[in-house]
């Protein structure tokens, strides 16, 4: 069965960096999507950004410039690296992966993932 185990978040002060990783398993075919969610508490679980697998990204707004999504297809693997983060950061941060190509696009919306990890916690503060 398909495994997603995030790993790298943690605490950090205004302006600091992290960078999250996820390490994909039980699967042989290329996720056609990858992708990085948020959910910060009493909020709705919101995507942060996607890469299909052929290395075509997509960014929330919010995260435009200052985050960078890549992912190693040998590696089963997905990272999301963050900089220059703020205390509106602060969340769960959860991978997930589809073989729906199409989810990359447009708005991320959870709904097009099938696979996710367990979550990492991200806690920025000022």
């Known amino acids: 069965q398909v495994q997603l185990v995030e790993s790298g978040g943690g605490s950090v002060q205004t302006g600091g960096s992290l960078r999250l990783s996820c390490i994909g398993s039980?699967?042989?075919?290329?996720?056609?999507?990858m992708g990085w969610f948020r959910q910060a508490p009493g909020k709705e679980r919101e995507g942060v950004a996607t890469?299909?697998?052929?290395?075509?990204?997509n960014y929330a707004d919010s995260v435009k410039g200052r985050f960078t999504i890549s992912r190693d297809n040998a590696k089963n693997s997905l990272y999301l690296q963050m900089n220059s983060l703020k205390p509106e950061d602060t969340a769960m941060y959860y991978c997930?992966?589809?073989?729906?190509?199409?989810?990359?696009?447009?708005?991320?919306?959870?709904?097009?993932?099938?696979?996710w990890g367990q979550g990492t916690q991200v806690t920025v503060s000022s």
């Open positions: 997930a992966a589809t073989y729906i190509g199409g989810a990359c696009w447009g708005a991320l919306k959870p709904l097009w993932f099938t696979y």
């Open positions: 039980g699967y042989s075919k290329n996720m056609a999507c």
């Open positions: 890469i299909t697998s052929n290395g075509s990204t």
